[in-house]
């Protein structure tokens, strides 16, 4: 379970932190991993730097790209969104000599279409935004733009940054440093006063005497030194249809003017020195013969660091070279390999997070829920995921249903009022206009401030973001007459469509959508009349989706809010009704849970009168029987554990007696210790039957105990004593030996103050490999221990006796001891035991021996354990001396006695070739 939680919780946070990195990286998700260029969709201008690197202006003036002389990518900037759902565009840029560029950043109303402030902001070489360093807004109606603000024209020269600020009544100039910590704010350096009623569409130039700008109504003008303005195209004689109107204006190296004629299709350029000639530099022709198709819609130029003239179309860019040659188009970015393996990481990341999202989903649904929860938990996990698709569900079909019912309504809406368009432009008036020149004359002014009127006094969102176009149709040609877009002149033409034909030649209102880069438009257009009947225009209004969308989001938000509220609801009220309803078996459990523990007098009550007070009532007959049928197991447990101890079936891995087979064995590692009463059978001769019966229980029950309290366990007893094994740390096996004989003094005591002779015993003590098991036939089994550490044990018993010794300890047991330090003992060495292959290492444990005794034997230790050391390696002469030492001052000790006889014997007679330096006891 805690693994499982664990594992859980480590996958959310992995999960947390990959959605994290992914949120930052989200444009690289949209480009497919194996994709090794992008497509240009909406071009709008390109420059080039010193070092012939290459910055467009791209999806629909969202985003910068800057590509290196080979057309690899090297970052891009994208446009931001406002606190408001603004949109930003760039509409023009330059970059300096150090890397720095610099864009006019437009902020558009969320529909797309109203300019709300322009910003000159500048961009450190490696595309990090660096700092703004000029702000207009556009606060008021009057000061109303669409589409482009009054900023022209930002340009790089000698070190300096310039741009134009158009207003309306004059073009001002203004320049500040260009480069890497240039603070300084922009200041004012020319003023330009614009000839009456004339409109700055585009200007360019930056020294007083060399500033030409372009006006809405189709002119170019030269602003003189001394403050005049002189037009310089067309000029009175030049043969002009009044429709060549002159777009992306602007001056090249030797001050010559490049602009673009969409009326005739061609490129051209015009010396100011030789005003009456004007040059093709490109054409139909022209293009043609370089291979290469030109559409002539919504193309731009500008001249290139090499001298070049680069030439923007909304998909592809070309360059016309200083020769008069056309390179072919580039039409696409490519990625770096850097960008391309990061794109991959990011996709492996993904990927992965999906794999972590299936691993959470089967931690909860296939670990968790299979493990113990409470069954309330269960269901929160069960009703959140299907009460959040039923949401998601509901929600999409409300949606979509709203979304085709709104997509309905809006059609209908723009028909209404695109036929509105005849009450609010004057027919005769529109027919009356010929020529640019009719720009923000007063039929034009009228145009505008009807339909302001009609669509901009409504303040309600979904009455907001349309956009309005009048054109005029002439001989055949539909051209472009007012619309919202500052950046569209008046007599452009525009395309012929079915939808568009359907209305100049049958007088129908039609409606269409189309989808382009600058977003996806649901539109109608409906005829205008002049007052003879005749159609002389078309009025149009659209709505880009994008605003739809807004409103839809807006619903659908609203819709997910109320539903998630709904759901919020009802799962509060389902989790609330689980738990009342869960209660009493939450009691039952409790209750069970409690007979379970063995609290069997717990009683279940539950008054619900439903199935469950039912199973409550055969839980506490239940409990009954059990109480009744474990008490009569328990006694009889606690009575056999009388005969088979219980840490006998623990080591043979059983619960209880029940659990135990025929066979059942294991082997352990224990100490043995073997516990006998001294000279019994004489001194049972003297007893009757009853009284040896009496005597051995009493004795047993008061030397027993201390089996129990160091963890020993009795395996059986012998008659006159005992065999206890002991499974844990030696040291307790031996302070067991040690306090039973310090209890024989007190026992002893007792006895002769009753008149009864006092009692020995002796205590041997190995500690060896053993095996438990069971033992017999199916219908008589007894647990018993098979070791020949038994017989060794029993042995040592017997030699306590002839070697003067309480308790005897092999070497096995010293070796195991924790705390040595904690007993006294002494070295009885190798000693030779009859019906015993090898010698035996042992030790004379008198810790618990009579205080005379003990003193002494601790006294004569060392001359004890030196005179064995001398008998060990054959000095008999030395070990006979010392032993006599020891048995002057203990008389009583036999060890001694036993080894001084011996070394007498062989010193005075020698050893046999069999000796091996140990000591025979028989």
């Given at each position: 379970?805690?693994k499982?939680?664990?594992?859980?919780?480590?996958?959310?946070?992995?999960?947390?932190v990959?959605?994290?990195?992914?949120?930052?990286?989200?444009?690289?998700?949209?480009?497919?991993?194996?994709?090794?260029s992008?497509p240009?969709?909406g071009?709008s201008?390109?420059?080039?730097?010193?070092?012939?690197?290459?910055f467009?202006i791209?999806?629909?003036?969202k985003t910068?790209?800057?590509?290196?002389?080979?057309?690899v990518?090297?970052?891009?900037?994208?446009?931001?969104?406002?606190?408001?759902?603004?949109?930003?565009?760039?509409?023009?840029?330059?970059v300096?000599?150090?890397g720095?560029?610099?864009?006019?950043?437009?902020l558009?109303?969320?529909?797309?279409?109203?300019?709300?402030?322009?910003?000159?902001?500048?961009?450190?070489p490696?595309?990090?935004f660096?700092?703004?360093?000029?702000?207009?807004?556009?606060?008021?109606s009057?000061?109303?733009?669409?589409r482009i603000?009054s900023?022209?024209?930002?340009?790089?020269?000698?070190?300096?940054?310039?741009?134009?600020?158009?207003?309306?009544?004059?073009l001002?100039?203004y320049?500040?440093?260009?480069?890497?910590?240039?603070?300084?704010?922009?200041?004012?350096?020319?003023?330009?006063?614009?000839?009456?009623?004339?409109?700055?569409a585009?200007?360019?130039?930056?020294?007083l005497?060399a500033?030409y700008?372009?006006?809405?109504?189709?002119?170019?003008?030269?602003?003189?030194a001394?403050?005049?303005?002189?037009?310089?195209y067309?000029?009175?004689?030049?043969?002009r249809t009044?429709?060549?109107?002159p777009?992306s204006?602007?001056?090249?190296?030797?001050?010559?003017?490049?602009?673009?004629?969409?009326?005739?299709r061609?490129?051209?350029?015009?010396?100011?020195?030789?005003?009456?000639v004007?040059?093709?530099?490109?054409?139909?022709?022209?293009?043609?013969?370089?291979?290469?198709?030109l559409?002539?819609d919504?193309?731009t130029?500008?001249?290139?660091s090499?001298?070049?003239?680069?030439?923007?179309?909304?998909?592809?860019?070309?360059r016309?070279?200083p020769?008069?040659?056309?390179?072919?188009?580039?039409?696409?970015?490519?990625?770096?390999?850097?960008e391309?393996?990061?794109?991959l990481?990011?996709w492996?990341i993904a990927?992965a997070?999906?794999?972590?999202?299936?691993l959470?989903f089967?931690l909860?649904?296939?670990?968790?829920l299979?493990r113990?929860?409470?069954?309330?938990?269960?269901?929160?996990?069960i009703?959140?995921?299907?009460?959040?698709?039923?949401?998601?569900?509901?929600?999409?079909?409300?949606?979509?249903s709203?979304?085709?019912?709104?997509e309905e309504?809006?059609?209908?809406?723009?028909i209404?009022?695109?036929k509105?368009g005849q009450?609010?432009?004057?027919?005769?008036?529109?027919?009356?206009?010929?020529?640019?020149?009719?720009?923000?004359?007063s039929?034009y002014?009228?145009?505008?401030?009807?339909?302001?009127?009609v669509?901009?006094?409504?303040v309600?969102?979904?009455n907001?973001g349309?956009?309005?176009?009048?054109?005029?149709?002439?001989?055949?040609?539909?051209?472009?007459i007012l619309?919202?877009?500052?950046?569209?002149?008046?007599?452009?033409?525009?395309q012929?469509?079915?939808?568009?034909?359907?209305?100049?030649?049958?007088?129908?209102?039609?409606?269409?959508?189309?989808?382009?880069?600058?977003?996806?438009w649901?539109?109608?257009?409906?005829?205008i009349?002049n007052?003879?009947?005749?159609i002389?225009?078309?009025?149009?209004?659209?709505?880009?989706?994008?605003?739809l969308?807004?409103h839809?989001q807006?619903?659908?938000?609203?819709?997910i809010?109320?539903?998630?509220?709904?759901?919020?609801?009802?799962l509060?009220?389902?989790?609330?009704?689980t738990?009342?309803?869960l209660?009493?078996?939450?009691?039952l459990?409790?209750?069970?849970?409690?007979?379970?523990?063995?609290?069997?007098?717990t009683?279940v009550t539950?008054?619900?009168?439903?199935?469950?007070?039912?199973?409550?009532?055969?839980?506490?007959?239940?409990?009954?029987?059990?109480?009744?049928y474990?008490t009569k197991?328990e006694?009889?447990s606690?009575s056999y554990?009388?005969?088979?101890?219980?840490?006998?079936?623990r080591?043979l891995?059983k619960?209880?007696i029940?659990?135990?087979?025929?066979?059942?064995?294991?082997?352990?590692?224990?100490s043995?210790?073997?516990?006998?009463?001294?000279?019994?059978?004489?001194?049972?001769?003297?007893l009757?039957?009853?009284?040896?019966?009496?005597?051995?229980?009493?004795?047993?029950?008061?030397?027993?105990?201390?089996?129990?309290k160091?963890?020993?366990?009795?395996?059986?007893?012998?008659?006159a004593g005992?065999m206890?094994?002991?499974?844990?740390?030696?040291?307790e096996?031996l302070?067991?030996c040690?306090?039973m004989r310090?209890?024989?003094?007190?026992?002893?005591?007792?006895?002769?103050?009753v008149?009864?002779?006092?009692v020995?015993?002796?205590?041997g003590?190995?500690?060896?490999?053993?095996?438990?098991?069971?033992?017999?036939?199916?219908?008589r089994?007894?647990?018993?221990?098979i070791?020949d550490?038994v017989?060794?044990?029993?042995?040592?018993?017997k030699?306590?006796?002839?070697l003067?010794?309480?308790?005897?300890i092999?070497?096995?047991?010293?070796?195991s001891?924790?705390?040595?330090?904690d007993?006294?003992?002494?070295d009885l060495?190798?000693i030779q035991?009859d019906?015993?292959?090898?010698?035996?290492?042992?030790?004379?444990?008198?810790?618990g021996d009579?205080?005379?005794i003990?003193?002494?034997?601790?006294?004569?230790?060392a001359?004890?354990?030196?005179?064995?050391?001398?008998y060990?390696?054959?000095r008999?002469?030395?070990?006979?001396?010392a032993?006599l030492?020891?048995i002057?001052?203990?008389r009583q000790?036999?060890?001694?006695?036993?080894?001084?006889?011996?070394?007498?014997?062989?010193?005075?007679?020698g050893?046999?070739?069999e000796?091996?330096?140990?000591?025979?006891?028989?």
């Amino acid at each position: 379970m805690k693994k499982s939680i664990a594992a859980l919780l480590l996958v959310l946070l992995l999960l947390g932190v990959a959605g994290t990195y992914l949120g930052e990286n989200q444009e690289r998700i949209e480009l497919w991993p194996w994709k090794k260029s992008m497509p240009f969709d909406g071009l709008s201008k390109a420059i080039s730097d010193a070092q012939n690197n290459l910055f467009v202006i791209d999806n629909a003036k969202k985003t910068i790209h800057k590509l290196n002389p080979e057309g690899v990518l090297q970052f891009s900037i994208t446009s931001d969104t406002g606190k408001n759902g603004e949109v930003y565009r760039f509409n023009d840029m330059a970059v300096d000599t150090q890397g720095y560029l610099y864009t006019i950043r437009t902020l558009l109303d969320p529909y797309g279409i109203v300019v709300k402030s322009e910003q000159i902001v500048r961009y450190k070489p490696d595309g990090k935004f660096d700092r703004s360093l000029f702000t207009q807004e556009y606060s008021d109606s009057q000061s109303k733009r669409y589409r482009i603000g009054s900023l022209r024209n930002i340009q790089i020269h000698e070190g300096m940054v310039y741009f134009f600020n158009d207003e309306v009544s004059k073009l001002s100039l203004y320049q500040t440093p260009a480069g890497e910590g240039s603070t300084q704010e922009p200041t004012l350096t020319n003023t330009i006063m614009l000839p009456s009623n004339k409109y700055v569409a585009e200007a360019d130039g930056y020294k007083l005497g060399a500033i030409y700008y372009s006006t809405r109504s189709g002119e170019i003008y030269h602003a003189m030194a001394d403050g005049r303005s002189e037009q310089v195209y067309p000029l009175p004689g030049i043969d002009r249809t009044r429709r060549n109107f002159p777009e992306s204006m602007h001056l090249d190296e030797q001050g010559r003017l490049i602009f673009i004629d969409f009326n005739a299709r061609m490129i051209a350029r015009l010396d100011p020195k030789q005003p009456y000639v004007l040059e093709a530099l490109v054409d139909d022709e022209k293009a043609k013969a370089n291979h290469v198709e030109l559409a002539f819609d919504t193309t731009t130029s500008s001249v290139g660091s090499d001298g070049s003239l680069i030439i923007v179309e909304s998909a592809q860019i070309n360059r016309r070279l200083p020769d008069g040659t056309i390179t072919e188009p580039l039409v696409e970015a490519k990625f770096s390999s850097a960008e391309r393996k990061g794109t991959l990481f990011v996709w492996f990341i993904a990927v992965a997070s999906l794999l972590l999202v299936l691993l959470a989903f089967k931690l909860i649904y296939f670990d968790l829920l299979k493990r113990r929860l409470p069954l309330m938990v269960k269901q929160i996990f069960i009703l959140i995921p299907v009460i959040a698709l039923s949401m998601i569900l509901l929600s999409t079909v409300i949606y979509n249903s709203f979304s085709q019912k709104m997509e309905e309504e809006t059609f209908s809406e723009l028909i209404l009022l695109a036929k509105n368009g005849q009450n609010l432009v004057d027919g005769d008036k529109l027919e009356a206009m010929s020529s640019p020149l009719d720009y923000r004359g007063s039929a034009y002014q009228s145009f505008r401030k009807r339909i302001q009127a009609v669509f901009e006094n409504n303040v309600r969102d979904d009455n907001q973001g349309f956009y309005k176009a009048v054109y005029k149709y002439e001989d055949g040609v539909i051209y472009r007459i007012l619309e919202d877009d500052d950046g569209m002149h008046m007599f452009n033409p525009f395309q012929q469509t079915p939808e568009n034909q359907q209305v100049v030649l049958e007088g129908k209102t039609a409606t269409g959508q189309w989808e382009d880069f600058s977003g996806e438009w649901r539109y109608a257009i409906a005829p205008i009349y002049n007052s003879g009947g005749k159609i002389v225009g078309v009025f149009e209004t659209s709505k880009n989706l994008d605003g739809l969308l807004k409103h839809r989001q807006a619903v659908l938000h609203s819709i997910i809010r109320n539903i998630a509220y709904i759901s919020v609801g009802l799962l509060l009220v389902l989790v609330v009704m689980t738990y009342v309803l869960l209660s009493s078996i939450r009691k039952l459990r409790n209750s069970v849970g409690e007979i379970a523990k063995g609290n069997w007098d717990t009683v279940v009550t539950i008054h619900t009168r439903d199935e469950v007070s039912d199973l409550g009532d055969s839980v506490n007959l239940m409990a009954s029987r059990i109480r009744e049928y474990i008490t009569k197991v328990e006694n009889f447990s606690q009575s056999y554990y009388r005969f088979v101890p219980q840490q006998f079936l623990r080591f043979l891995n059983k619960e209880t007696i029940l659990d135990v087979e025929l066979g059942d064995q294991v082997e352990q590692r224990m100490s043995i210790l073997i516990f006998n009463i001294r000279a019994f059978f004489q001194m049972s001769k003297g007893l009757t039957p009853e009284e040896n019966f009496n005597f051995v229980n009493s004795f047993l029950k008061r030397f027993g105990p201390y089996v129990r309290k160091h963890e020993g366990l009795m395996n059986k007893y012998l008659g006159a004593g005992f065999m206890a094994l002991f499974p844990n740390q030696t040291d307790e096996a031996l302070m067991a030996c040690v306090e039973m004989r310090r209890e024989l003094e007190i026992y002893n005591g007792h006895r002769a103050n009753v008149g009864y002779k006092p009692v020995d015993f002796g205590i041997g003590l190995h500690k060896g490999p053993m095996r438990l098991g069971i033992i017999g036939e199916e219908q008589r089994l007894e647990g018993t221990v098979i070791s020949d550490g038994v017989n060794l044990a029993t042995m040592l018993e017997k030699m306590t006796e002839p070697l003067g010794a309480s308790i005897l300890i092999t070497d096995a047991v010293v070796q195991s001891l924790e705390r040595p330090a904690d007993f006294l003992y002494r070295d009885l060495g190798l000693i030779q035991i009859d019906g015993v292959k090898e010698p035996l290492h042992l030790f004379d444990v008198y810790q618990g021996d009579p205080e005379t005794i003990r003193v002494l034997k601790e006294k004569t230790k060392a001359l004890f354990e030196q005179a064995v050391t001398f008998y060990q390696v054959g000095r008999f002469y030395d070990a006979r001396e010392a032993f006599l030492m020891v048995i002057k001052q203990n008389r009583q000790d036999k060890a001694a006695q036993l080894y001084f006889y011996m070394c007498d014997e062989y010193f005075g007679q020698g050893t046999t070739g069999e000796w091996n330096g140990t000591l025979s006891v028989s």
